[in-house]
């Protein structure tokens, strides 16, 4: 079946502009994770959503990010007047289970990789 | 706070090699999640395996093993007769009482042919 799916795959934005990141996650999944990965790093955690609900976004850096996921399916990050410290690969995850299950696996989709001149 | 060290930054070995990346975690819950995933130059992390903190059994999947031990905090990943296709980069993850995965910085290996 379909994986997790992330659109744009690559985008350049200049400092200061907005920009919208998709995620279609696997479909039945009930929650949804967004991370975000610098060059050489490994992933680091932003936000969850279970369902329509965001039930932690304690890893947003600042208050120019935003994510949303309305209808409990597809979700969107969202950054606003974008710096150069946001350059960085953003991936997101889905899982089946229920939020607060630790047994759940996340499934990772390609990513988007998001360049700020 | 939870933490995941992988102290090699870098493995280079020539193909046909067993290949063995380490992980050490830090964590103060007492039920926990191990996990490995592989991420290949494609960017597109591919999940390997998990682990729960009360299930110390080794495990073996084809060419990969894995060693859990508890006592050492340390979750060890073994590539047996290794192959060009196994170069990727590595990550080591934990899931304990936060939501999201706490990754360590990751293991870049290289298998030369």
């Known amino acids: 079946g379909a994986g997790v799916s992330q659109s744009p795959r690559y985008k350049v934005a200049k400092r200061g502009q907005d920009v919208a990141l998709r995620c279609d996650p696997i479909?039945?999944?009930?929650?949804l994770f967004w991370y975000q990965q610098a060059l050489g790093q490994g992933p680091e955690f932003l936000t969850y959503f279970q369902n329509e609900a965001q039930l932690d976004k304690s890893g947003l850096p600042s208050d120019r990010f935003f994510a949303e996921r309305p209808e409990g399916s597809v979700s969107t990050l969202k950054i606003q007047r974008t710096q150069q410290e946001d350059s960085a690969v953003y991936l997101c995850?889905?899982?089946?289970?229920?939020?607060?299950?630790?047994?759940?696996?996340?499934?990772f989709g390609p990513g988007t990789r998001l360049t700020v001149l | 706070a939870q933490k995941v060290t992988q102290a090699q930054t870098e493995i280079s070995v020539v193909e046909k090699e067993d290949v063995t990346l380490d992980c050490v975690y830090e964590t103060r819950d007492t039920t926990y999640y191990l996990f490995w995933y592989k991420q290949p130059p494609s960017g597109e992390l591919v999940f390997l395996i998990r682990?729960?903190?009360?299930?110390?059994q080794n495990e073996i999947s084809g060419r990969y093993s894995w060693n859990f031990q508890k006592s050492t905090s340390s979750f060890n990943f073994t590539i047996t007769a290794s192959q060009v296709v196994d170069s990727a980069v590595y990550f080591c993850?934990?899931?304990?009482?936060?939501?999201?995965?706490?990754f360590g910085k990751g293991t870049h290996l290289i298998i030369q042919p």
């Open positions: 479909s039945g999944h009930v929650s």
């Open positions: 995850a889905s899982s089946l289970a229920l939020g607060g299950s630790y047994t759940d696996t996340q499934y």
């Open positions: 993850a934990l899931r304990g009482g936060a939501d999201g995965l706490t």
């Open positions: 682990r729960n903190s009360f299930d110390e």
